[in-house]
C-alpha cells in the first residue's frame, strides 16, 4: 500500500509521519544528529522500513534547518567562498547595507560579517539606468579579469548582481553565460532571478545568501537522495520552503535561501489544516519543541505571510533584530520565537539572578536526565516538578535520569539561594513568561486580540505548558492535536505545491491601466502553472486543481514602504482597498495622494486531496495512575490519563494526558475533552 512521508528535522528528534491511501497515520521518533541531519532523516526511514517491510512510499516530503544552522556557523556546515562580481562602484553595498543598528545604543555592536570578502566582490564597468535603458555597455575585458580571478581563487560560488537588472538582466545574462562557459563547475546564482525587485542591497544580499547556501544544500540533498538508493526508495523528494508551499528537492536546492524558514513552516501547515477540519476561524499556532518556541497566527485558514526577513538574525524578546543579519526576499509564514524549548538551559548570573536560555542543549548532550551532561534545563525542571515522568520518555522507549535532573537543578538554585522546587518553579515560569511575549508578537503587534483565538498547542513541549501561556494571555480555549509531538511531520503530508512569482512595476496609478495589469498577471500566472507543472509527478492525483492568488504591492508617492492588498477586478478598486488598508495599519488615509503601484505578485498553490486521518495509537504509558506534581506552589496528587480515556467522557484538572510523544498539563480550574482526534482545553 503506497504511503505519503513526511520528516521533519528538529533541533532534538528527528520525526517521521506516513499516511497510506486509507488516511491511516503511522508515526515515530529518532534522535536528531544536527552534525549531520541527513543521518537522522535515513535512520527515520530505516526503522519505518523495520516497522512495515513491505512499504511502498509514493511520496517523501522534508523540511530541514540546515541552512539556518549553515548561516548561524554549524559545525561541519562551514560556508564556502563566495565571489561577487557586480557593477563598478557598488561592490560595497552587501556590508553598507541600510545602516540599521540591531543595538542601538551600543556603541561597540558587530554587523554581521560579510558573505564576500571584499578582495572577491568583483567589479566591472556597466550601467543600466531604473528605466531599463543601457548607459554604458558592459566591459567583457572586466569580465575576463573577474573571471581570472575566480580561478586563481578556486571559488565554486558566484553571485551576479548589477544595479537595475530587476528591470533589464541583459547584463546579468550575458556575464552569467561568460562565466558559465569559463567555469563550468561554478554556481552561478543571478539577482535578477533571485529576487527581481527593486531596492539593491535587499535583491544583492538575496543573491549572496543564495550562493553561499548552494553549495551545502546541494551536498545534503545529494545525501539524502544516495540514502534514499541504498534504502530503494524511489519516491520523489520534496522540500518545504518558507512560506509553506513544497518544491522538488533538486529545483530547491538552486534557490537554497527559500528554505531558511522550512521547518517552522510545517507546523503552522499543520496546525491551519486542523483549524480548517474543525471550523476554528482564529487559532494561535503555538510550537514549542525541543530548542525553540514558535508562534504564527491563522485567520479563517489563511496563514500570515511576509515578504522579506533577515536570515540568521540575532532574535531579542521574539523579535529579530533589524540589522544583525541577511536580509532576504522571499515570502515566509509570519512568526516569532524564542529560544524556549525542552533543552533550554537555565542559568544563575554573579549577582545570583535565575536565567533561562538562549543557549540549548539540543539532542546531545541533552538535558541532564539523558544521562551526558549536568546542564540543567527545561526538560529537567519539569521532571523535578512531576509533570514529566521521572523513568521514561516516549512512552518508555527512552529512559532518562530524574536523579540527574534533580542534581542539575539541586546545583544552580545553590547558586541563586533557591530551593531545588523554587528553581524548578521559577524556570518553568521564566520560560511560560518568554513564550507568552512571541504570542502577544503575533497578536497584539498586529493589531489582533489574543483573546479571540484558540491556542493549538504541540510541538514535544507544548501541550506541556500551553495552559500557563494562555492564562497569562487571557485565552480560554487550547487544542491539542493528534501526535502533537510530531505535528510538524503531520504538516508536510497535508503540505500543498506552490510557486510565489512577482513582477516590479513601480509607476502611478495615473500611468497604468487596467490592462497592462490584466496582461502583467496574465504572465505571471503562465509562469507560475508551468513552475507548478513542472513539480508535479506520478503523484499528480494527490493533489487539488492549482489555486491563484493576485497581489498588488502599493504606497503613496514618496512612501519608502509599501503595502499588500489583494488584486480587485479594476485598478479603481484595488486603490480602495489600498486606502482601506493603509487606514486600518497607520489610522489615516490621504484619497487625494498619488498612489504608486510597486509590486505584483501571483502564487499558484495545488492543495493536497483531503482524506480522513486516523492516527496509529501508541501502547499506553505504564505510568498511568496517579503522580505527585507541584502546582500552584503546592505537591498535589495529579489523575495521569491517556487520550483514549477521553473518549468517553471529559476530564476536570488537575490531570496530565500522557502520550508517546507529548505530554498535556490540564491544570486546576480547567476541563479537557476529546472532539474527534483532538484534545479541547477549555478555562473555567
Known amino acids: ?37 541527513a543521518k537522522a532523516v535515513l535512520a527515520a526511514l530505516r526503522a519505518f522500513q523495520q516497522h512495515d517491510s513491505a512499504t511502498d512510499i509514493a511520496l517523501l516530503c522534508h523540511s530541514t534547518t540546515i541552512a539556518t544552522n549553515a548561516l548561524l556557523g554549524q559545525l561541519h556546515l562551514e560556508l564556502p567562498r563566495v565571489g561577487l562580481i557586480t557593477t ?11 545602516q540599521n543598528r540591531s543595538e542601538l545604543y551600543n556603541l561597540f555592536v558587530e554587523r554581521p560579517k560579510p558573505l564576500v570578502k571584499r578582495d572577491d566582490r568583483l567589479c566591472v564597468r556597466e550601467r543600466i539606468d531604473y528605466r531599463g535603458n543601457i548607459l554604458l555597455e558592459l566591459n567583457e575585458g572586466d569580465v575576463v579579469a573577474a573571471i581570472e580571478h575566480l580561478k586563481r581563487q578556486e571559488i565554486t560560488t558566484l553571485a551576479v548582481c548589477f544595479l537595475n537588472s530587476y528591470i533589464n538582466a541583459a547584463h546579468e545574462e550575458h556575464v552569467a553565460q561568460l562565466v558559465a562557459e569559463a567555469l563550468p563547475e561554478i554556481a552561478i546564482v543571478q539577482s535578477a532571478r533571485a529576487n527581481p525587485e527593486y531596492r539593491e542591497y535587499e535583491r544583492f544580499s538575496t543573491a549572496v545568501v543564495n550562493a553561499a547556501l548552494r553549495p551545502i544544500v546541494g551536498r545534503y540533498v545529494n545525501a539524502v537522495r544516495e540514502g534514499l538508493c541504498d534504502l530503494e526508495i524511489r519516491a520523489p523528494l520534496y522540500v518545504m520552503q518558507s512560506h509553506g508551499g513544497m518544491k522538488r528537492a533538486e529545483d530547491v536546492s538552486l534557490s537554497p535561501a527559500t528554505l531558511i524558514e522550512s521547518g517552522p513552516a510545517s507546523g503552522v501547515i499543520a496546525a491551519a489544516a486542523l483549524a480548517r477540519e474543525h ?69 544563575g548570573d554573579d549577582a545570583g539572578m535565575l536565567h533561562v536560555g538562549p543557549s540549548s542543549a539540543g539532542a546531545d548532550p541533552g538535558p541532564a536526565c539523558y544521562g551526558k551532561s549536568d546542564l540543567a534545563t527545561v526538560t529537567d525542571a519539569n521532571v523535578v516538578l512531576g509533570r514529566l515522568r521521572t523513568d521514561a520518555l516516549l512512552g518508555g522507549a527512552f529512559p532518562i535520569q530524574a536523579g540527574r535532573s534533580c542534581a542539575a537543578i539541586t546545583a544552580l538554585g545553590e547558586r541563586c539561594g533557591l530551593s531545588v522546587i523554587e528553581t524548578a518553579a521559577g524556570i518553568v515560569r521564566l520560560v511560560d513568561s518568554e513564550m507568552a511575549k512571541i504570542v502577544r508578537i503575533v497578536t497584539v503587534e498586529r493589531g489582533l486580540d489574543p483573546r479571540d483565538f484558540t491556542l493549538l498547542a504541540f510541538g ?33 503530508v497535508v503540505a500543498p505545491l506552490q510557486a510565489a512569482v512577482v513582477a516590479p512595476l513601480l509607476r502611478t496609478a495615473d500611468q497604468s491601466s487596467d490592462e497592462e495589469l490584466r496582461r502583467a498577471f496574465e504572465g505571471l500566472r503562465l509562469s507560475a502553472l508551468a513552475e507548478l507543472q513542472a513539480q508535479f509527478t506520478a503523484n499528480e492525483q494527490a493533489f487539488e486543481p492549482a489555486i491563484v492568488t493576485e497581489t498588488i504591492e502599493m504606497r503613496y508617492r514618496g512612501q519608502s514602504y509599501e503595502l499588500s492588498v489583494p488584486a480587485q477586478q479594476t485598478m479603481h478598486e484595488s486603490i480602495r482597498a489600498f486606502h482601506e488598508a493603509h487606514a486600518a495599519t497607520y489610522g489615516y488615509s490621504v484619497l487625494d495622494e498619488p498612489v504608486e503601484f510597486v509590486n505584483l505578485r501571483l502564487t499558484a498553490t495545488a492543495p493536497r486531496k483531503p482524506m480522513p486521518y486516523r492516527f496509529d495509537a501508541h501502547p499506553p504509558s505504564k505510568a498511568a495512575g496517579h503522580r505527585r506534581v507541584w502546582l500552584n506552589d503546592a505537591w498535589r496528587e495529579v489523575r495521569i490519563i491517556t487520550r483514549d480515556a477521553l473518549r468517553e467522557q471529559g476530564v476536570e484538572g488537575p490531570a496530565i494526558v500522557d502520550e508517546y510523544d507529548a505530554t498535556t498539563l490540564i491544570p486546576p480550574a480547567w476541563t479537557a475533552t476529546l472532539k474527534e482526534t483532538a484534545l479541547h482545553l477549555r478555562a473555567a
Open 1 to 37: 500500500m503506497p504511503f505519503q512521508i513526511g520528516i521533519d528535522v528538529g533541533g532534538t528528534f528527528t520525526d517521521l509521519v506516513a499516511v497510506d491511501e486509507t488516511g491511516a497515520v503511522t508515526t515515530l521518533k529518532v534522535p536528531s544528529t544536527p552534525t549531520e541531519p
Open 88 to 98: 563598478a562602484g557598488f561592490r560595497d553595498v552587501i556590508e553598507i547595507g541600510r
Open 279 to 347: 471550523e476554528i476561524d482564529r487559532v494561535l499556532s503555538f510550537d514549542m519543541g525541543g530548542t525553540t518556541a514558535k508562534a504564527g497566527t491563522i485567520v479563517n485558514g489563511r496563514v500570515q505571510v511576509m515578504h522579506e526577513f533577515e536570515a540568521a538574525g540575532r532574535v531579542r524578546g521574539g523579535r529579530t533584530a533589524k540589522g544583525s543579519g541577511y536580509p532576504v526576499r522571499f515570502p515566509f509564514i509570519d512568526l516569532a520565537e524564542a529560544s524556549a524549548g525542552g533543552g533550554t538551559i537555565a542559568w
Open 460 to 492: 514535544g513541549n507544548g501541550p506541556l505548558h500551553a495552559c500557563a501561556v494562555a492564562e497569562e494571555l487571557h485565552i480560554r480555549s487550547v487544542v491539542v492535536p493528534p501526535s502533537p509531538g510530531l505535528f510538524s511531520a503531520f504538516g508536510l
